[in-house]
C-alpha cells in the first residue's frame, strides 16, 4: 500500500494530539491530585468513591456525633446517680446513728433535719439534663421530674386515674400507737376528770401508695385489683393481646372502708380506727395514701404467687414543690388550665444508633433510682419523730405541774393518771421510733443497692460504648484510607508520569519534524 506524505501528516497528528490529551490529562490530576474530574473519565473509580465516601460519611456520623453525645449523655447520668448514691449513703449513716444513739429532743431533730434536705436533693439529682434534656423522664425530655412551684401557681393542677400496680412483697406490716393524750389535753388543777388514758400499740398490714395527701373517694370506688396474665396456651389467651389481665379473687371479698376525719372528735381518735381494721376490710386513708388491711386480706395476699399483681387506682389535687410527677411512673391523666393530657407509658427507652445496625439505650428510667419510697420513709420517720417530742413535753408538762404544791390530792391522783399514760406513750413512741431507725437501715441500704445497679448497669454501657468507639475509630481510618487511594493521586507517581508524557510528547514533535522535512523529491 502506497503512504502519501498526507497520511503520514495526518497519523502525526493524531499521535501527537492523543499525547498531548495524555499529558493534560496528567497535569489535571497532578494539579487536582484526583484521578478523575467526572464519572465518565472512570465509570468504575466513580462507583467506587460514591460508595466508599457514602460508608465514610456513615461512620464519621457514628463516630464523631453519635457515640459522642451518647456518651456524654451516659456521663451526665453517671454523674447524677453517683451523686445520688452518695446521698443515700449519707441518708443511711443518720438513721445509723438514730439506731445506735441515745436520741434527745435536739439529737433526733438534728437528725430530722439533715435527713429532709439530703430528702429534697436527691429528688433535685433526679432532675438533672444534659444540653437542655432531662435525663430520667424518657421521652418526655422537656419535662421536669419533679413538680416545681410555677406548676402550682395560679391554675389547676391533678391528676387522676393513677393507676399503681404492686405485688405481694410491697406489702408491709407497720405499728400504731393508740390512744394518745391530745396534744392540747387541759389538765390543770381546776380539771380533776381527766379519766385514765388507754395507751396501747397494734401491728396492722398495709400497702403504701406513692403519695399522700390523696383525694377522698368513696367506699363504692374503691377497689383493689388482683390478677396475673394469661399464659400461651391457657383457655383465655389472646395472642392479640399477650398481656391480657387474668382476674384473681379474694375469697372472701374486701370490704373496702373510708371514713371522714371531721366526724371524730380529733384526729388521733380517726387514726385508732382506721389502723383497727376488722378482718375483710381494706382501709383507705387518703391523708396518708394508705391501704390498711385486714387479716384475712393480708393473709390472702400474702399468699400470693410472686408473679401476681396487684393494682390500685386513686387520685391526687394537692400536691407540692418536690413532689415526684406521676407520668414518669404510672398510667394517669393530668389536668391543667391548658387542658388534659393522659399518659399511658412511663417507661420510655431512648436508643442511639451508634455504628451500623446496632443501637444502645442511653437513658435510666426514674423508677431505677428516684423511687418514691425514700421521700416517704423520710415523712413517716418526721411523724415518728413528732410523735417523741410530743409525748417527751407531755411528760415534761404534766411532771412540772405535778410539783405545784397548792394541789389537792384528788388532782395530783388525777394528773398522775395522766401522767403513767403519758409516760406509757412516751416508751412506745421511742420503741417505735428505734425500730424504725433500724429497718430504715435495711431500706436505705437496699436504696443504696439499687442505685450502685443502676451505676453499673450505665458504667458497663460506657465500657461498650468504649469499644465501639475505638473500632469505629479504625474504620473510619481505614475507610478514609481506602477513599483516598480510589480518588487521590500518588504525587510522586503521578509527577514521574507527567515527565515521561513530556518526554514521550517532545520526542514525538523532535520525529515528526525530521520526517515532515523529507519528501519524494529528496530521492529524484
Known amino acids: 500500500m502506497r503512504i502519501t506524505n498526507k497520511m503520514m501528516n495526518n497519523n502525526t497528528l493524531r499521535n501527537i494530539n492523543s499525547n498531548k490529551g495524555y499529558l493534560d490529562k496528567l497535569n489535571t490530576q497532578l494539579a487536582s491530585g484526583k484521578k478523575i474530574t467526572r464519572p465518565s473519565d472512570d465509570p468504575v473509580t466513580a462507583i467506587r468513591a460514591l460508595k466508599l465516601r457514602s460508608n465514610l460519611t456513615e461512620i464519621t456520623q457514628f463516630y464523631d456525633r453519635n457515640t459522642n453525645d451518647a456518651g456524654a449523655w451516659l456521663q451526665a447520668t453517671q454523674d447524677a446517680v453517683e451523686s445520688t448514691k452518695g446521698i443515700l449513703t449519707s441518708m443511711k449513716a443518720q438513721f445509723t446513728t438514730g439506731a445506735t444513739g441515745t436520741n434527745t429532743v435536739e439529737s433526733r431533730n438534728a437528725i430530722l433535719a439533715e435527713l429532709k434536705d439530703l430528702a429534697k436533693q436527691i429528688y433535685d439529682d433526679g432532675n438533672a439534663d444534659y444540653a437542655g434534656r432531662s435525663l430520667f423522664t424518657g421521652y418526655r425530655t422537656s419535662t421536669d421530674l419533679i413538680v416545681k412551684d410555677e406548676d402550682l401557681t395560679g391554675g389547676t393542677f391533678k391528676y387522676t386515674d393513677i393507676t ?70 391457657e383457655a383465655g389467651y389472646d395472642p392479640d393481646d399477650p398481656y391480657k389481665k387474668k382476674p384473681i379473687t379474694l375469697s372472701p371479698s374486701p370490704n373496702y372502708q373510708t371514713k371522714d376525719a371531721s366526724t371524730y372528735t380529733n384526729y388521733n381518735e380517726y387514726l385508732d380506727d382506721v389502723y383497727n381494721p376488722g378482718d375483710n376490710d381494706v382501709n383507705f386513708i387518703p391523708e396518708t395514701g394508705e391501704l390498711i ?47 388534659t393530657v393522659v399518659f399511658d407509658s412511663h417507661d420510655q427507652a431512648i436508643c442511639y444508633d451508634i455504628s451500623s445496625n446496632q443501637q444502645m439505650q442511653i437513658n435510666t428510667y426514674a423508677s431505677e433510682v428516684y423511687v418514691h419510697g425514700i421521700g416517704r420513709d423520710i415523712d413517716e420517720i418526721t411523724t415518728a419523730i413528732d410523735d417523741c417530742n410530743n409525748a417527751e413535753a407531755k411528760v415534761t408538762r404534766l411532771e412540772s405541774m ?60 460506657i465500657e461498650r460504648m468504649e469499644l465501639v468507639k475505638n473500632r469505629l475509630m479504625d474504620l473510619k481510618t481505614t475507610a478514609k484510607d481506602l477513599a483516598d487511594k480510589n480518588e487521590n493521586v500518588e504525587l510522586t507517581d503521578i509527577a514521574i508520569d507527567v515527565s515521561e508524557a513530556e518526554l514521550n510528547y517532545n520526542a514525538a514533535l523532535m520525529a515528526t519534524g525530521k520526517i515532515s522535512q523529507q519528501n519524494l523529491l529528496n530521492y529524484i
Open 293 to 339: 388491711l385486714g387479716k384475712n386480706i393480708a393473709e390472702q395476699i400474702a399468699a400470693l404467687d410472686e408473679t401476681d399483681k396487684l393494682e390500685f387506682v386513686y387520685n391526687k389535687s394537692s400536691f407540692k414543690a418536690g413532689d415526684l410527677r406521676p407520668e414518669h411512673y404510672f398510667d394517669c391523666v393530668q389536668t391543667t388550665d391548658a387542658g
Open 164 to 233: 399503681e400496680t404492686f405485688s405481694k412483697a410491697d406489702m408491709d406490716k407497720v405499728t400504731h400507737i393508740s390512744g394518745k393524750l391530745s396534744n392540747d389535753a387541759v389538765v390543770d388543777a381546776a380539771n380533776t376528770s381527766t379519766a385514765m388514758q388507754t395507751v396501747d400499740s397494734n401491728s396492722v398490714f398495709r400497702i403504701r401508695l406513692a403519695y399522700d395527701d390523696l383525694d377522698a373517694m368513696a367506699a363504692g370506688d374503691l377497689e383493689l385489683q388482683v390478677y396475673n396474665y394469661y399464659k400461651k396456651g
Open 402 to 461: 405535778l410539783a405545784d404544791p397548792a394541789l389537792t390530792d384528788a388532782q395530783k391522783d388525777s394528773i398522775k393518771t395522766s401522767l403513767d399514760a403519758a409516760k406509757k406513750e412516751k416508751d412506745l413512741v421511742d420503741d417505735k421510733l428505734q425500730r424504725m431507725f433500724e429497718h430504715g437501715l435495711t431500706t436505705f441500704s437496699s436504696y443504696i443497692e439499687k442505685a450502685t445497679l443502676t451505676g453499673t448497669t450505665i458504667g458497663t454501657r
